[in-house]
T-cell receptor, first 113, second 116 residues
């Protein structure tokens, strides 16, 4: 699976949009981009995933560049409860794929008043 | 409700003792994973299993052992050979990606092991 690079930390004011970047320049054609978040001392929670089209759900939006080498997770109206570590991972889908699913160190998002 | 249950939530052990962490899921998922997390660090993969009676080493398997005798259960044993066992341990499961699904991981709430 391709490696990802994320900034170690970011701040965001409550009510504003939080834009979390992820670089995955070695991504291959069958690899999806997944985002998870981990609130302190809890298990990570799935947020969203995508292949090449932009995606939106009730939690967030995912914008993937046309060359797929980077993506941005957008939390449209951040709240204090969105303070967490956000992980971007890429992995392939398909029969027989090895699925080690490795996580990096993520981005620590601090939402402030 | 369906989910993943890890137990115990907190565990204290003396150095040199083996300890087994439980992970049970009722999501009917084939694949299960164990991760280790140290303070301020990301998740590191210990072992994973894609099907009953089969498992593979992850990136930091030394000093750990697992079994997968039932689909629902994937216990992790931290042996005395693990040099720094104090950590937060997370279990996860998911449907294999060759089926129609999101491929998302479902995590338990974690087990915090402290070796004294």
């Amino acid at each position: 699976d391709a490696k990802t690079t994320q900034p170690p930390s970011m701040d965001c004011a409550e009510g504003r949009a939080a834009n979390l970047p992820c670089n995955h320049s070695t991504i291959s054609g069958n690899e999806y981009v997944y985002w998870y978040r981990q609130i302190h001392s809890q298990g990570p929670q799935y947020i969203i995933h995508g292949l090449k089209n932009n995606e939106t759900n009730e939690m967030a939006s995912l914008i993937i560049t046309e060359d797929r080498k980077s993506s941005t997770l957008i939390l449209p109206h951040a709240t204090l409860r969105d303070t967490a570590v956000y992980y971007c991972i890429v992995r392939s889908r398909g029969t027989g794929t090895a699925s080690k699913l490795t996580f990096g160190t993520g981005t620590r998002l601090q939402v402030t008043l | 409700d369906g989910g993943i249950t890890q137990s115990p939530k907190y565990l204290f052990r003396k150095e040199g003792q083996n300890v087994t962490l439980s992970c049970e899921q009722n999501l009917n998922h084939d694949a299960m994973y164990w991760y280790r997390q140290d303070p301020g660090q990301g998740l590191r993969l210990i072992y994973y299993s894609q099907i009953v009676n089969d498992f593979q080493k992850g990136d930091i398997a030394e000093g750990y052992s697992v079994s997968r005798e039932k689909k629902e259960s994937f216990p992790l044993t931290v042996t005395s050979a693990q040099k720094n066992p104090t950590a937060f341990y997370l279990c996860a499961s998911r449907i294999p990606t060759d089926r129609e699904d999101t491929g998302e991981l479902f995590f338990g709430e974690g087990s915090r092991l402290t070796v004294l």
